[in-house]
């Protein structure tokens, strides 16, 4: 199986989507939140969350059975 990534512009600027397939993706051995540039981010997330994560638009997230991004309540008595 064949699977959409988003390429990096500061890698190849020419480039914007690639398949790959799935034996060729490896998961990283810890958070990777450098820098990531790319024109689709827009329109595909929200933004990103406080630990640096991505927010999925309701397509994405109903696409891929992902629950809603909730932001945890602040703990006045802290």
Do not use: W
Request: glycine fraction near 6%.
């Amino acid at each position: 199986m064949a699977c959409k990534v988003l390429v990096d512009v500061h890698v190849d600027p020419d480039l914007l989507v690639a398949y790959v397939p799935e034996e060729n993706l490896l998961a990283p051995n810890g958070p990777n939140k450098g820098r990531f540039d790319h024109p689709y981010l827009s329109f595909l997330f929200y933004g990103m969350d406080a630990a640096g994560d991505f927010i999925p638009i309701k397509q994405l997230r109903e696409k891929y059975n992902r629950p809603r991004h909730e932001v945890p309540p602040i703990d006045e008595d802290a």
